[in-house]
């Protein structure tokens, strides 16, 4: 290509302002269209982070945008449930594609789409920016050639806070159908996919949710897991948005030959024997086992964590400044992001298998639900099958 990638950003809510933000930091690509059916929003999106040229403009529908200007990339911000019929026109254009997490609400329409999108020629992506976190990127190596020995379990906490008016700020939050979840599917969906990049396939979990601290909502604030790998590997799950005042997202891997912890998306913990001999393994109840921690961790797998932003938005748009870094470099590369529909539909798969054992209290197989079964039916209908 030449030029910047010219860019639609389609939902100008929260998500779509820092998405706005990343785009505006990044030297290779410029925004050309915001869209959106209220006005207001896509004028004060385009206040706030429009290029002067070239000159972007606001539409109220994304067939309006795709018909008036020339667009390169689409990137989708809108309630989940709305993703992939946005995503299936921008294809359909012949247009690359970013989708904000989730892919969307259904496996079953997931599914299709990723057929669809594996033939378009195009580069289809996900956003699920913690796989570009340095911490993370150190993990996953060490998992995967084997640093680690045989991984054999994970212990991951999303324990998070949002008050009510986090729910009552918008109609379609806390709705099954247009955004697919609640704290788990919003919330702890990044540390699901997580799990999914450092141990592989999951293939079976085990539930329980609950609405314990929030009113005038249909899913649930607090979902807690078992989740078997295709390796035998075995992890524990918590995500919940009831944990006043909130804490940190922490994930810890352990393998027959070392471990790590990541906590707040920063390396907290990192042993492995084969790189590590001149540490010693701790005893019973050990916090470090002699291992290294906090900057000595970072330092010993060779990376230093990005400083924090000048803002709290600079925080955030940081992880998604990272993968936009992998989607110019797929663009113009003609080769396959960082992040594939198909890990995205692994992951949405997952999440639904978790909801559906929670429905039914029973253990259930991903594997099944990736080929459709329970995909679209209404947890509500699955709770009235317990016991039968």
């Avoid at 079953?108 to 340095?134: L, M, W, Y």
């Avoid at 918008?170 to 969906?189: H, K, S």
């Avoid at 906590?263 to 913990?269: M, S, V």
Wanted: hydrophobic share 40%; proline share 4%; charged share 20%.
């Amino acid at each position: 290509m030449t030029g910047p990638i010219r860019v639609a950003l389609v939902g100008c809510g929260a998500i779509g302002r820092k998405h706005a933000l990343a785009v505006e930091q990044h030297p290779a690509f410029a925004l050309v269209a915001a869209v959106d059916p209220v006005e207001a929003y896509s004028a004060a999106l385009l206040a706030d982070h429009a290029p002067t040229s070239p000159e972007p403009a606001a539409y109220s529908t994304l067939p309006d945008a795709l018909r008036e200007c020339r667009i390169d990339l689409v990137v989708i911000c809108t309630p989940s449930g709305t993703h992939l019929d946005l995503a299936q026109q921008a294809v359909d254009a012949g247009t690359h594609v970013v989708i904000e997490k989730p892919l969307d609400v259904s496996v079953t329409r997931a599914a299709a789409f990723a057929r669809r999108a594996a033939n378009t020629g195009k580069v289809v992506t996900v956003i699920s920016q913690h796989r570009f976190d340095p911490a993370s990127v150190a993990v996953a190596r060490a998992v995967h050639d084997g640093s680690f020995g045989r991984p054999t379990s994970a212990v991951a906490s999303v324990a998070w806070w949002r008050d009510q008016s986090y729910y009552d700020g918008g109609d379609w939050r806390g709705t099954w159908r247009l955004d697919g979840g609640g704290a788990l599917m919003n919330q702890g969906v990044h540390t699901s996919d997580l799990l999914c990049w450092f141990l592989g396939r999951p293939v079976e979990v085990q539930a329980t949710a609950s609405l314990l601290a929030h009113e005038r909502i249909e899913v649930e604030d607090t979902v807690a897991t078992t989740i078997r790998f295709e390796s035998g590997a075995i992890a524990v799950l918590l995500a919940t948005t009831a944990a006043y005042p909130g804490l940190t997202a922490r994930l810890q891997i352990h393998g027959t030959e070392g471990s790590a912890v990541i906590d707040n998306d920063r390396l907290e913990y990192f042993h492995s024997a084969k790189s590590a001999d001149h540490h010693r393994p701790g005893g019973a109840g050990s916090v470090t086992g002699g291992a290294v921690t906090g900057n000595q961790a970072e330092a010993e797998v060779g990376f230093v964590n990005t400083p924090a932003g000048p803002h709290g938005d600079q925080d955030f748009v940081l992880g998604h400044r990272r993968q936009y870094d992998d989607i110019a470099r797929a663009i113009t590369t003609g080769t396959e992001p960082g992040v594939t529909v198909d890990d995205a539909l692994l992951s949405l798969a997952l999440v639904r298998s978790i909801y559906v054992s929670a429905a039914v209290g029973e253990r259930i197989s991903v594997g099944e639900v990736l080929d459709g079964k329970y995909s679209d039916v209404h947890l509500d209908v699955l709770r009235g099958t317990r016991g039968k």
